[in-house]
């Protein structure tokens, strides 16, 4: 093909229309759950960096957050949306599953017959939640139940966590792809992500897996609940609890206040633990598979999403209630929740709280002549000045 002048000109200046549109955008993109966005806002970053504010945006860096509530526990629910509302996140409900309503023909097969009904139900409600991040065209979901707190500076924690997920090649199977690399904060090499556990324990013969680093959002060591003292200290120097966090595969988390997984990690929960059967209530049966090795999971501790408690009945819709003294217990004034530095349930109310008055006496101080007028009632006999002005001329004339 003879190539003229012109045509010469025209390939150079489209090759440098392309160049300066892929570097523009390579500046700009940050990841929005599976979505590459521009924000014009963002000075020049690295992809890494790029990544890693994708973490601070709505759904901390995951495809979508939802959580978990039986449709009963709007106090819960109000307690959710006003969490949300202050870290600005946005959270999605799966409503809960009452255990007592389910056919027997729902049960998968094996299932323990000492597996409660409340249990079932919670299964349920866990395996709903698989399927709606199927349904959807996210690549990754986080699922936390209704009754967690996290830290102040959550946002800055999931940074920090994905930079060393991704830095960190020890714990991979299979080599970083391009799509990761683009797009996915966290990586996708796994099939959950367990950020919630309430206990947990490494593998005995592979101590040797894990990665650890320091965090300046860490709880301190008497802020952490003493079951991960044990976990740790098998991984990492004991001096470095309260200072620095540990990832390590799955193993032996219990509990699932708050978890991660991915489009394969949601296949591989409902062909477990529905389509092929269920060994116990959904944390144990989680545990199970993580134990012989057929789900791959990262567990993160000391964990970031933790249990808000009351210690009362209101703490649980799982156990018998009648273990509680009562079913207040201590109200979420009196609450409390553990491996948290900062927790933001206490922050938000402690920001939100105002005194009206006081602020008026700070920018306009009462005059000390100032006398307040009493107020007129409905009951008290009242003439209008001019009224009586008018009544007493009548009389004078």
């Known amino acids: 093909m003879l190539r003229t002048p012109t045509t010469k000109v025209t390939l150079v200046l489209v090759t440098?229309?392309?160049?300066?549109?892929t570097s523009v955008l390579s500046f700009f993109r940050v990841y929005k759950g599976n979505i590459v966005v521009t924000d014009k806002s963002l000075p020049p970053l690295t992809q890494q960096q790029l990544l890693g504010k994708a973490c601070h945006n709505e759904t901390f860096g995951f495809g979508e957050i939802v959580y978990i509530s039986m449709p009963f526990r709007t106090d819960r629910q109000d307690a959710m949306n006003l969490l949300a509302a202050y870290s600005d996140v946005k959270l999605n409900l799966i409503p809960g599953v009452d255990?007592?309503?389910?056919?027997?023909?729902?049960?998968?097969?094996?299932t323990p017959k000492d597996v409660r009904q409340t249990e079932l139900g919670c299964w349920r409600a866990h395996v709903n939640a698989w399927r709606y991040m199927?349904?959807?065209?996210?690549?990754?979901?986080?699922?936390?139940?209704?009754?967690?707190?996290?830290?102040?500076?959550?946002?800055?924690?999931?940074?920090?966590l994905s930079t060393e997920i991704r830095k960190n090649t020890e714990l991979r199977l299979k080599p970083m792809t391009n799509r990761e690399q683009q797009t996915a904060p966290y990586g996708l090499d796994w099939d959950m992500l367990v950020l919630g556990q309430c206990n947990d324990e490494a593998n005995p013969a592979r101590r040797?897996?894990?990665?650890?680093?320091?965090?300046?959002?860490?709880?301190?060591?008497?802020?952490?609940?003493?079951?991960?003292?044990?976990?740790m200290s098998s991984l990492i120097d004991p001096t470095k609890i309260g200072v620095q966090r540990v990832i390590s595969p799955s193993y032996g988390p219990i509990c699932t206040m708050g978890y991660a997984i991915t489009r394969k990690g949601a296949m591989r929960l409902i062909a477990e633990l529905s389509y092929i059967g269920l060994d116990g209530a959904v944390d144990e049966a989680l545990q199970h598979r993580f134990m012989d090795g057929g789900l791959r999971g990262l567990t993160?501790?000391?964990?970031?999403?933790n249990g808000w408690r009351v210690n009362g009945a209101k703490d649980t819709d799982n156990q018998n209630w009648r273990y509680y003294n009562t079913v207040q217990g201590l109200g979420n004034a009196g609450a409390f929740s553990r491996n948290i530095k900062n927790s933001t349930r206490t922050q938000m109310i402690a920001d939100l709280s105002q005194n009206v008055w006081e602020e008026y006496d700070k920018i306009k101080p009462i005059d000390p002549s100032f006398k307040a007028r009493k107020p007129i009632y409905a009951t008290t006999t009242f003439v209008p000045p001019a009224e009586a002005t008018s009544k007493q001329g009548g009389k004078h004339q």
């Open 99 to 110: 255990g007592k309503t389910m056919s027997r023909k729902e049960i998968p097969d094996h």
């Open 134 to 160: 199927l349904d959807s065209h996210h690549e990754t979901m986080l699922i936390v139940e209704d009754d967690i707190d996290w830290d102040y500076n959550i946002k800055d924690i999931l940074e920090l």
């Open 208 to 231: 040797d897996l894990y990665h650890s680093y320091e965090d300046p959002n860490s709880p301190s060591f008497s802020q952490i609940f003493e079951r991960f003292i044990p976990h």
């Open 300 to 305: 993160v501790t000391p964990p970031l999403f």
């Open 16 to 21: 440098i229309v392309v160049a300066v549109l």
